[in-house]
DNA sequence: TGATTTTACGAAAACGTTTTCTTTTATTTT
DNA sequence: AAAATAAAAGAAAACGTTTTCGTAAAATCA
């Protein structure tokens, strides 16, 4: 079929071992045999098989990023960074989408322990409350980096952002903004970066004097239908919002389509602030208000972390918890 | 280390051919067997090496997904469908970014040589003139289906939309809302998307008595900034289009960033219609009329067509050409 | 009962590398 | 010139499966 060592080794007249060795350049074998080897590899347009490498060395090159959805703009920038060190280390990359559904991502992780590559990153998805899986996977030894959206109940590296200072940011820009009552969409119960968003926004209300009304902190579903009418229920009542702190880029969205269709103008009638990496953020009508997260950056990070893992680089059992910063970025939804 | 047929027979009291085939439900192994064969297989959470079996029966249960960028909305959405065939399929994905780089996209071809997978999925980078690395892949035999970005001298299966249509639908719709002097953005000089769809402009400019002036064609770099640049420059002009048709979205959003810059007002003085996937396209100021193609689908589409050649339920050697349609949506950008 | 088929399992080769260990040949040392 | 060493190459085992082939024992048949 396709040449492989032995057909090499024979057009050559030399070992299948031999020929090994030239390729990898081992001192074992003289410069000139090395020539002839690598010209005859060339001139069969040799490519080694990498399951047989794999399987001996005990080595895939490739690793696994797993996450919930792919059409997001923060997850694509994200990938973006992680294809371009691993790009750089030679390395593959499997993507796997959970969709949100924690299903998926259960038979997604049992199917990694079985060796397919050298290390995983993660974020997780919505609706993890169970970490077993998790767990189990750690403890096979494998590489493995959250992002972003990480287990808070696990000892693990982890790359995130200054959620918690950016919740408190978001909520306090509304309030100087004049909102008085701020509603905050929040995308799940289990993710410590909504909690710590919300956490955020619960503590700058406090200390700006306003009592948090629960009945303006919406949990969102992962059904865009659903959504819609939650937002929408909430802004028709004569009681509505004056401002609105979308944890993530989806929500304010919606928030943004539940306005045109009602006819609430933003800002006059509701400031938007939002957790967002449009790149279309400032050509919006109008240009929305964002907490805007390093989202390639983060992609960077984190496989650079992992490949420092693999490599056995970090130190002892030492758990790098790296935290980046996010920007707030005022445009027209929340001015004044 | 971690637990493999060896150990999984030497527990049973068992051969491993005897565990193999147990495992894979042959009918040579007896159904209590079999039971305890499984029941001792979850116990110790065997899960099955992928390079041995993958060496062993030369299949990788893998495909490679080759894309300029993943940062781009119709990119994502693509490799959403692809993804969601896939995991349908029990196969794994890899992907690559070329970045727009030809260079990238050789070597990555290169590697994909090796049989890491079993099938490809491909849509080239704007500069891919030649296409030499691409026969000597289709040569070896490997299922290889080409993507909306596909060689027009090559024989080869692809999936794209009517682009030639969309590009005359798109520049009529200008020419009816009262547009005479349309400059069209194009990407690149070799791809044949951007062909196709500049055909269709022309066609659609001759069909009704409008002159095609060259200075209107602009032909776009991978770089923003120089795009910015060339956009500014031409709509500065005194004699400046009063429509713009950009064949992919980038180049709309950076018209949009150029209209806000020098202040021209969108559709009132500049009707723009682009080739986009947008989410927020209704939302964008003003909206933005678009031609959306069906990106989720494309990318079903593909990986439909390339499991067919994989499970070889292609009839002999019939090339397929899947074409889907686009759809114009009128928006405010383009209003008359 | 003896011959034949069926059932259930095991032995061993194969996939294509990598790597350890040997062996051969050439070179240097005494 | 004989012995020791260095250089270059080959033999073979190993990685963990899958699969072909062989072979007992049990079941069926004449």
Redesign the interface.
Known sequence: M?TNLKLLAKELGLSISSVSKALRDSYEISAETKKRVREMADKL?Y??????S??RRKK?I?IAVVIP?????FF??A??GI?MVA?QKGY??????THEDHK?EESTI??L????VDGVLLSLCRDTADIKHLTSLHE?GIPLVFFDRVPETMECPTVTTDDYESGYKATEHLIKAGCKKIACLSLSNYLSITHKRMKGYEDALQHHNIKLDPKWVLQCSNDNATNLAMITKMLNKKDRPDGIFATVEKLA?ST??VC?DIKLKIPQQLKVISFSN???A??????LSTITQPAFEIGKESASLLFRMIEKKTFGNRIDKIVLKSSLIERESSKK
Chains 1, 2 share one sequence.
């Not at 490519?47 to 047989?52: E, K, T, V, Y």
């Not at 593959?92 to 989408?97: A, G, I, N």
């Not at 400032?282 to 240009?287: E, I, Q, R, T, Y």
Request: glycine fraction near 4%; charge should be neutral.
């Open positions: 396709s347009n490519q080694p098989n990498p399951f047989a794999s399987l895939s490739t959805e792919i059409a997001n703009n694509a920038l990938i973006d294809q790009q593959h990359v499997l993507t796997y989408l998926n049992q199917h322990q079985g060796g397919r096979t969205i943004y389509y045109q449009l790149r279309t400032s050509l919006l009508n109008p240009s």
